[in-house]
Nanobody
Framework: QVQLVESGGGLVPPGESLRLSCQAS????????MGWFRQAPGKEREFVAG????????IYADSTEGRFTMSRDNAKNTVDLKMNSLKTGDTAVYYC???????????????????WGRGTQVTVSS
C-alpha cells in the first residue's frame, strides 16, 4: 500500500559522512512508524534506527548510536539517516521500512515492518 524509495548511497572513505533519504507515498505517512535496516553479504538484516509516526526521540543500534541521526518530515513524507564517522563495518545495503501497527517492544525487529524499499548500497572503503 505504501511505497518506499531510498536514495543517497555511495562509495566513501572511512571517517566521511553520508545522508540517506527515504521517500514514501501515501496520505497517511504520519501514522507509520519508520525504520532503517542494513544487510551485509552473508549476514542477517540488522536494525539501524527507528522513529514513531508522530516523531519523538529516535532509537538506534548500539553500533550506530552517537554516529547516526534519524529524522522524519511528515510534511514531505520523508525520513533521513545522517551517517557520520563511517567505518568499513558500516558497508551494507541500507533499507527503509514502514509499519502502521508497531509496538515499542518490537521496534528493532525486521519482522515488525511490512513495507520495504529496494535498498541503497553504502560502501565504506579506502
Amino acid at each position: 500500500q505504501v511505497q518506499l524509495v531510498e536514495s543517497g548511497g555511495g562509495l566513501v572513505p572511512p571517517g566521511e559522512s553520508l545522508r540517506l533519504s527515504c521517500q514514501a507515498s501515501g496520505q497517511a505517512f504520519r501514522t507509520y512508524s519508520m525504520g532503517w535496516f542494513r544487510q551485509a553479504p552473508g549476514k542477517e538484516r540488522e536494525f539501524v534506527a527507528g522513529i514513531k509516526g508522530n516523531g519523538g526521540r529516535p532509537i538506534y543500534a548500539d553500533s550506530t548510536e552517537g554516529r547516526f541521526t534519524m529524522s522524519r518530515d511528515n510534511a514531505k513524507n520523508t525520513v533521513d539517516l545522517k551517517m557520520n564517522s563511517l567505518k568499513t563495518g558500516d558497508t551494507a545495503v541500507y533499507y527503509c521500512a514502514a509499519s502502521n501497527r508497531l509496538i515499542t517492544s518490537t521496534q528493532r525487529r525486521a519482522s515488525a515492518y511490512h513495507y520495504w524499499g529496494r535498498g541503497t548500497q553504502v560502501t565504506v572503503s579506502s
